[in-house]
């Protein structure tokens, strides 16, 4: 039996015990859910009684040996997950916020320790991203990532095109599903998928790369439904998009909304799917699509992390620092249209 415990037990953190409930296959038939930490309670939910509000107990509890940690925001998250490793238990999270900026000094807690600091989750919801970009490509060289990294933006631009609903209802519906951060302004500024990028291009190109150091990050909020309109005139969607390219010994990023055609394979990504393409110097393109939000897709890819802890994972080498002139902007080479209406898009 593993014991672990779960730090905020909101829309990821409730999914794990739905999606640990319903496993049968070891080695996660062996957890058992032994505390979760909130300030709310659950009066009716069958774990009630193992709610808390007291960290240190969990802390202090030896038999705990992996913290989920799901409660969002940067504070108190990533004190009570150094806290976690540098007491000897790894630490699981679907929290981008703190891996994009402790990720290096938490990875660094868990060599020390002894520990793993997992993180499949933060990105790309319910695909295996994550992994695939650390185990699997290591005979290769990264040179593009490219995605749709955000649900809530692409289920609000499929919304506005297909039903013709405004950004704010579209949002409202996102909201009401669990695609949605605690503050939206961070999905619909390009937030979100700025730190899900800065996480993806630091495992692609060896760095920590800080969310701060991505030099465009624009978001959807100006585009209307008469953008939407005249870009299917022209035979396109307008999608988020996250680009990383390796360009001689710096990576160029940009996140912004394109005009992407019906050749892109982005062009059929729909609601809250995501996808993630990869392309290396041998490999060529490799294309990642899943769900990329909502509480049980990305609870089951918490749940991997903790399987692959109980497997015997250890912890992963650490990354470079970003030196400065690494990041610049991305786009140059980029064709831009102009819409009927006067609106410039990038094309991808
Ligand atoms: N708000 C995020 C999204 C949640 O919509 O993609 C998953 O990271």
Do not use: W
Not at 26 to 46: C, E, M, Q, T, Y
Not at 108 to 117: F, K, M, P, R
Not at 278 to 286: A, H, I, K, L, R
């Amino acid at each position: 039996m593993t014991d672990i415990a779960i730090l905020g037990f909101g829309v990821v953190g409730s999914g794990i015990y739905t999606v640990l409930s319903k496993c049968r296959n070891a080695p996660l038939n062996g957890v058992n859910i032994k505390h979760i930490l909130d300030l709310r309670s659950f009066p009716a939910h069958p774990l009630a009684s193992k709610v808390t509000k007291d960290f240190d107990m969990i802390i202090a509890d030896e038999s705990v040996s992996v913290v989920v940690e799901t409660m969002g925001g940067v504070d108190p998250a990533y004190r009570f997950s150094l806290a976690a490793l540098n007491a000897g238990k790894s630490v699981v999270t679907s929290n981008k916020a703190v891996v994009d900026k402790h990720g290096a000094e938490l990875e660094q807690a868990a060599i020390d320790n002894g520990v793993c600091y997992l993180y499949e989750a933060s990105v790309g919801g319910g695909i295996p991203i994550i992994a695939p970009l650390r185990e699997c490509f290591t005979a290769d060289k990264i040179i593009r990532i490219a995605g749709i990294l955000n649900g809530t933006t692409n289920h609000i631009l499929t919304n506005m095109r297909a039903e013709g609903k405004t950004l704010k209802s579209a949002l409202d519906t996102a909201r009401a599903l669990g695609y949605a951060e605690a503050d939206p302004r961070s999905d619909l500024a390009g937030f979100d998928t700025a730190r899900k990028i800065a996480i993806l291009a630091g495992l692609a190109f060896d760095r920590y790369i800080p969310f701060e150091s991505i030099p465009v990050i624009e978001g959807i909020e100006d585009v209307t439904l008469e953008d939407i309109r005249l870009a299917e005139e022209l035979g396109c969607v307008i999608k988020l998009l996250a680009v990383a390219e390796k360009v001689g010994d710096h990576v160029e990023i940009c996140v912004a909304p394109f005009l992407v055609g019906t050749h892109s394979i982005f062009h059929a990504v729909n609601d809250v799917q995501n996808a993630i393409s990869v392309t290396g110097s041998v490999t060529g393109e490799v294309v990642f699509y899943g769900q990329g939000a909502g509480s049980l897709p990305t609870a089951a890819a918490v749940c991997g992390d903790i399987a692959r802890i109980i497997s015997g994972a250890s912890a992963l080498p650490l990354r470079r620092e970003c030196e400065p002139g690494f990041v610049l902007p991305y786009g140059g080479d980029y064709k831009r249209v102009t819409l009927a209406n006067g609106k410039i898009y990038r094309v991808f």
